[in-house]
């Protein structure tokens, strides 16, 4: 069975110092991996997502991502927030393969609350 | 290139009431899937349908069913709604299998 566990349900940070959203995964079979962002009463956007390839994953926003097979993680990074990245982060996790395309289990989520 | 669309964004419905949601994918999107969304059990997977065929169901009772349409778009349905059915539901549409998925905004949904 898939399994995507967020550690941190909220995290606070100031403006402009670093941040690190964390994410471990357990499958039994390769996956591919994703990281979310929903902003308040909204639906979730897409911020990067690693499928094969190099092991660090650059996406929208300023924020990357490091995957770590030993590890089974996925951590999200950005180097310096602001406070418009203050909004709910989901890890993802799929198959991809052997019918189950396109079915995702999600972590439980992270808040992100940036601070001025 | 217009973005995943879900109509209605926001309802209310009595208990024991049936309600169904619409949801237009990207343009050249095949593949459509439903995620329920809830501050208790977070996003939980309902199903995914392709090319008119349903092609992966989530652990949820029979209330809760789908389908798709010849131009991708799909409806979900629930029957006899219970109070714990209100949460936002979500569609997502991707291009390929096992690829990136694409949300709307969403479909607030309240039973009272």
């Known amino acids: 069975a898939q399994s995507v566990t967020q550690l941190d349900s909220q995290v606070p940070v100031f403006e402009e110092a670093p941040v690190e959203l964390r994410c471990n995964y357990s499958s039994s079979v390769s996956v591919y991996l994703f990281w979310y962002v929903q902003y308040p009463n909204q639906g979730l956007q897409l911020l990067l997502k690693y499928l094969s390839g190099s092991t660090l994953v650059k996406g929208i926003n300023g924020f990357e991502a490091e995957f770590n097979k030993s590890q089974t993680s996925f951590h999200l990074r950005k180097p310096s927030v602001h406070i418009s990245d203050t909004a709910e982060y989901f890890c993802a996790v799929s198959l991809g393969t052997g019918g189950n395309f396109n079915k995702f289990y999600f972590g439980s989520g992270t808040k992100l609350n940036v601070k001025p | 290139k217009a973005g995943v669309t879900q109509t209605p964004r926001y309802l209310i419905k009595t208990r024991g009431q049936q309600v169904t949601l619409s949801c237009s994918p990207i343009s050249g999107h095949r593949s459509v899937s439903w995620y329920q969304q809830t501050p208790g059990q977070g996003l939980q997977f309902l199903f995914e349908y392709f090319s008119e065929t349903q092609r992966n169901k989530g652990n949820f009772p029979g209330r809760f069913s789908g389908r798709q349409f010849s131009n991708s778009r799909s409806e979900m349905n629930v029957s006899t709604l219970e109070l714990g059915d209100s949460a936002l539901y979500l569609c997502?549409?991707?291009?390929?299998?096992?690829?990136?998925?694409?949300f709307g905004e969403g479909s607030w949904l309240t039973v009272v």
């Open positions: 997502a549409s991707s291009p390929t299998a096992g690829n990136t998925i694409y």
